[in-house]
């Protein structure tokens, strides 16, 4: 009798399972059915119907010279999860020209704490529940999937994945969690000297980085690699059985939102696109810096990149950027007599600074502090008469 009870409940199992695959077949078709149809032109016109209008506003105020360029850029993002969905999301609204996905996982319930992903996706891959997600939203974007993830497929994706047919993408974006999927899109970006940008999360949620990485000229995932893979050890022996790392939604939009910035910056071509930015919350630190190649790399790819990098800039030298003079404008005629004087006299200046210290030659200070005045006045002895006491006194001098 447990027998047949145990097939029971499994066949009982296997019919809701398909249910629910039905289910999910029947939402993705209507979420299909719905989805915006793509417009071919985006216009500045500021109209309510108008889904571009304040990213055209970017244009009239100067921050970017032609904001339209964005759909002739294609981006592929590895990993569609915390930072990588969101990534792809923030693309699509700002009206990336072609976006590639790629990934392996499916969507869990135990997502469910992070950005974008709905508890009705449970089950479906990410790749599939991004393309029914980001198609209601998709106005100017096109949308290639894949679900491969090692560094062979990459080669061949990314070299042809542009939106012109046989042309490279215009840049990769790693949104992975572990150390070996980053490897393998370095090894890939590396042969095919493929600009990329490296991002992450700490496992304590806290804190997190993005990375500009251009083969040969910066330093590589592999030219200063983190120790687990520096020193060969397997990262799936680090993980433990009913351990996993934490996961702060707020955290992956910060990571999210500055990597699609620096993306911005990037492609469009303005304000200073950061080689490397950090991000500490406990502190809301964000440590910037930049990391030269390393010419012993152990990639052969990125040894060689670094020597290509070496022959352009010899025979194309960067030319450094020359300071302007400021110019004075001196009106010869003043008919009012007009001044511009300081509001702080020398006498106040020099009552509100100290002495300087004795420091060594090339040191100064920005500011001396100056010494406190003591204060006069008379004091008053102890006494044991009562304050009415010394009230009447008062009123009698």
């Known amino acids: 009798s447990d027998k047949l009870l145990s097939e029971e409940l499994k066949r009982r199992v296997r019919e809701l399972e398909n249910e629910l695959i039905k289910c999910k077949q029947r939402r993705s078709s209507e979420e299909q059915v719905h989805a915006r149809a793509k417009i071919e032109k985006m216009s500045a016109e500021v109209v309510d119907s108008n ?32 930072v990588g969905s969101v990534t792809a999301e923030m693309l699509t609204r700002c009206g990336i020209g072609k976006l590639l996905l790629f990934d392996y996982d499916k969507v869990e319930l135990a997502n469910m704490n992070r950005l974008f992903f709905q508890p009705h996706q449970a089950g479906l891959s990410k790749v599939e529940a991004a393309e029914n997600t980001l198609r209601l939203i998709l106005v100017t974007t096109d949308l290639f999937l894949s679900s491969l993830c090692s560094h062979l ?45 490296e991002s992450g999360v700490s496992e304590n949620a806290v804190s997190g980085h993005i990375q500009l990485i251009i083969p040969g000229e910066t330093a590589c995932f592999a030219c200063a690699p983190p120790l687990v893979v520096a020193a060969s050890i397997d990262e799936k022996t680090l993980k433990k059985d009913g351990v996993c790392a934490a996961s702060l939604p707020t955290t992956m939009g910060v990571v999210a939102g500055i990597l699609v910035q620096n993306v911005l910056k990037y492609l469009l071509g303005f304000g200073s696109v950061s080689y490397y930015l ?50 004075v404008v001196v009106h010869e005629e003043n008919e009012w007599g007009i001044e ?13 600074s100290g002495p300087e210290p004795d420091l060594p030659e090339g040191i100064t200070v920005a500011y001396t502090i100056p010494e406190k005045e003591e204060t006069s006045g008379q004091t008053v002895e102890e006494t044991d008469q009562s304050l009415e006491d010394l009230m009447a006194q008062m009123r009698k001098m």
């Open 51 to 82: 889904p571009y209008s304040r990213l055209m506003a970017l244009k009239r105020m100067g921050i970017v010279d032609n904001y339209e360029k964005i759909r002739s850029f294609a981006v592929a993002v590895v990993g569609v999860g915390g």
């Open 153 to 197: 497929p990459f080669i061949c994706d990314f070299s042809n994945g542009g939106l012109e047919e046989g042309k490279p993408v215009d840049l990769v974006l790693s949104c992975v969690d572990n150390f070996e999927a980053r490897m393998a899109i370095n090894t890939a970006c590396n042969e095919l000297g493929q600009v990329w940008m």
């Open 340 to 352: 511009v004087v300081s509001e702080v006299t020398e006498a106040e200046l020099q009552a509100a």
């Open 278 to 327: 950090g991000y500490n919350a406990m502190q809301d630190f964000f440590p910037t810096m930049a990391m030269k190649a390393n010419p012993q790399c152990d990639d052969q790819h990125c040894r060689r990149q670094q020597e290509e990098y070496k022959s352009k800039v010899t025979e194309h030298p960067k030319q450094e950027a020359v300071e302007e003079e400021v110019v």
